[in-house]
């Protein structure tokens, strides 16, 4: 039985992936798609994941996960030789330019994000928020402000289009981007 539940959540896992990967919208990825591709029950989602967004999260990771270890630089600069504060804002420079380049199935799995993140380890900069104070901070507060420093960066990615419309920051500039992610982090950081 376990073994049938496992080849059931790598079957949608690899239905889900080649869907996202291949499409123009993240919408159209629907369950029954998912399910369709995969060969399996349409309640086989929830079962397996909780939900169909759950799964399209689980599927986001792993892309995110394989475009990090291709990204020799972005794996660097967790043990770069500069401050820690220079690491959080180059690493969510370089994470929210990956989530942009990849909007269309960036934009279902950060919604999922958002509303529901629950642990330390969806807070990859924690250590370095902690690293920056040094003790200034507990680790409380350095659990916040990654938690808050994080959630605005993967809003304004979902929301960069109207950003860019509304307050003339184009997120999809390197140089604007930059600019973006400083000057949020000197609020939480400074």
Not at 106 to 128: C, H, Q, V, Y
Not at 150 to 166: C, G, N
Request: charged share 30%.
């Amino acid at each position: 039985m376990k073994r049938d539940i496992e080849a059931t959540r790598s079957a949608l896992l690899s239905a889900a992936k080649e869907l996202m990967t291949s499409c123009d919208d993240v919408d159209t990825v629907t369950s029954r798609a998912i399910t369709s591709r995969a060969g399996v029950n349409l309640a086989m989602i929830n079962y397996c994941f909780g939900s169909r967004e759950a799964l399209l999260y689980e599927v986001f990771r792993q892309l995110l996960s394989d475009a990090q270890r291709a990204d020799t630089e972005l794996a660097g600069l967790m043990s770069a030789g500069i401050s820690a504060r220079e690491r959080i804002i180059l690493i969510h420079c370089r994470m929210m330019r990956l989530m942009i380049a990849n909007f269309s199935y960036a934009k279902a799995a950060t919604k999922f994000i958002l509303l529901n993140r629950t642990s330390d380890e969806e807070l990859g900069i924690l250590p370095l928020v902690e690293e920056h104070f040094a003790g200034r901070r507990s680790r409380d507060e350095c659990r916040l402000i990654a938690f808050e420093l994080t959630s605005l960066h993967e809003l304004a990615v979902l929301r960069h289009a109207e950003l860019k419309k509304i307050c003339g920051t184009d997120l999809t500039d390197d140089s604007a981007l930059e600019r973006y992610v400083r000057e949020s982090a000197a609020r939480y950081l400074d």
